[in-house]
């Protein structure tokens, strides 16, 4: 297992390239770039942050979620249309960067006219799972109290109909949601791509990894008994601390963790 942090975290401090040269500067070997707009939706801009990144690894890459996501499950022929040539932009966006892997949410759970269909869901998903593969990327759902996987037990229906379907675990989504991480872990299993790792207050404030009252040391044995071996990201609001060192103390932190725990 790896430490690295999503540029997320750094959402409304840094731009993309900005954070990634700091992430570069720092020694961080590997890191999540969290698309923000459409124009970062663009090969030109991916080989910006591709030269900026020096050596940090790009694992994967995320999206605003509302922008094209949701879309891809909708019915109107030209919206679905629409939504998959943003998503191919996306993938070669990935290529570029040298990230196998996508952080997806899809479905938004934001109007109250919206009916849950796991069945159809599951179908659309592997479409989009398939267009994914086509340009060597994963698609990976992650747990978020607002999206599709708002609870332990969607994962394994949607898998039924994705087979090659992989899983992020998010800890401050499974805090907000009211469920144990442990269940969401379980259910992904073997199929976990990566983790998003913060860490919480005893007075239940959202904080950096180290800064708070979570486990690490249980959540890592957790990953192993899975089998897992790939990063724990560090995925935080910018609003959860102040100096940017800060946010380099906690990273330095996880690893030194992550080393001890072995």
């Avoid at 993938?91 to 069945?119: D, M, S």
């Avoid at 499974?174 to 469920?179: D, E, H, K, L, S």
Wanted: proline fraction near 3%.
């Amino acid at each position: 297992m790896q430490a690295g942090i999503s540029t997320a975290t750094l959402f409304l401090r840094r731009n993309n390239e900005d954070a990634l040269a700091l992430f570069s500067e720092w020694g961080v070997p590997v890191c999540e770039v969290f698309l923000t707009s459409f124009c970062e939706y663009e090969p030109s801009f991916a080989r910006l942050c591709a030269e900026k990144k020096g050596a940090v690894k790009a694992h994967s890459v995320h999206v605003l979620n509302t922008q094209f996501e949701p879309q891809l499950y909708a019915e109107h022929p030209r919206v679905v249309g629409d939504a998959f040539s943003l998503l191919s932009r996306t993938l070669e966006c990935a290529n570029i960067l040298g990230a196998k892997h996508y952080t997806f949410h899809g479905v938004a759970r934001i109007k109250r006219t919206y009916r849950e269909n796991l069945v159809r869901s599951g179908k659309q998903t592997q479409k989009i799972a398939k267009v994914c593969e086509k340009s060597g990327v994963s698609l990976c759902y992650e747990n978020v109290e607002w999206a599709l996987y708002n609870r332990p037990g969607v994962f394994s229906v949607l898998k039924e109909y994705c087979p090659t379907l992989r899983g992020v675990l998010d800890l401050k989504q499974a805090r907000i949601t009211g469920y144990d991480y442990f269940d969401y872990l379980k259910e992904m299993g073997a199929s976990l791509s990566h983790v998003h790792v913060s860490d919480i207050t005893a007075e239940g404030i959202l904080c950096l990894p180290g800064r708070g009252v979570t486990d690490f040391p249980l959540l890592l044995k957790r990953l192993r008994d899975v089998g897992f071996d790939g990063p724990l990201l560090i995925e935080n609001y910018s609003g959860d601390f102040g100096e940017e060192d800060e946010l380099k103390a906690s990273f330095e932190w996880l690893s030194d963790t992550i080393e001890h725990s072995k």
